[in-house]
């Protein structure tokens, strides 16, 4: 009976991280494979070396998330060099653009693959330029399903009224509109979501953004009340949302940014200007 009671006491807090779900969203900043003068990258992007792509999957092994929303990705295969594909399964937009979205999610959790949110590129056909898609998963775990939508919004109106005449708010604006219809049929599933990524917004105060999603359904947002200490310290565009039963479940106090430990301001460029932003859902029995 004493053995039997020591196996149970140390399987208890084994037992107590399965039900937690670490969530994680990471700007990776131009990273790609492709060679310097590529027609494919701006002028003034210089793709990243060797052995900061190795540095870069050094603080994703850190990071250690069972689901990491990747912005700025060049697809899968270079993907892979931060998340292996004995650890992670892969999952990427469709986009033919160099900074894709995608979702890593660990090998031990089966989701599947839902069609990518393309309403998000609000841009007419044939503009020169592509906005990007939102990625959609569901994730099926032990108490059910979990929904996760990875976006990464249009730059250039962190702080302005979505009614400012420039342009990129406009955009942004007629964005609202395809999250607001995914929140909305999430909503009349009853599933839970998760929406996570670079939304390119600050959302202290009473943003309008995050209120017009709010419209939608109640959200809950990880990063209310805090800044990010990333290079030195900045209000948060990276957000983790939650909707439906998922906002009972996030827990805010878990909130996580993974600082890099290169602190001059050229590791800026050849890392990324964004660090992970993490939190841990508990999920039901």
Known sequence: MTRLLLMILLLAPIAA???????????????????????????????????????????????????????????????ARLFPPDRYALHFTKDRVVQRVGIAVRSTIPF????????????????????????????????????????????????????????????????????????????????????MGDFNRRMDGNDQLLRALSTAAPLARATEGRNSPCWGGEPFIDHILAGGAARAWMQPDSLRVLVYRERDAAWKERLSDHCPVSVRFRLPD
């Open 17 to 79: 991280r399965a039900a937690d779900l670490k969530l994680a969203t990471w700007n990776l900043e131009w990273l790609t494979e492709r060679p310097a003068g590529s027609r494919a990258l701006p002028d003034d992007v210089s793709p990243k070396r060797a052995e900061d792509i190795a540095r870069l999957a050094t603080y994703a092994a850190a990071l250690d998330a069972d689901v990491v929303a990747m912005e700025e990705v060049d697809g899968p295969q270079v993907a």
């Open 112 to 195: 599947t693959a839902n069609p990518d949110l393309v309403a998000l590129d609000v841009y007419d056909d044939g503009a020169p330029q592509r906005l990007r898609s939102g990625a959609d998963i569901t994730l099926t775990l032990p108490g059910g399903l979990l929904r996760i939508l990875a976006i990464h919004l249009k730059t250039g109106c962190n702080r302005d009224r979505l009614s400012s005449p420039r342009p990129a708010c406009s955009v942004l604006n007629r964005q609202i509109s395809a999250l607001q219809g995914w929140i909305a049929q999430r909503a009349r599933e009853g599933v839970p979501f998760v929406i």
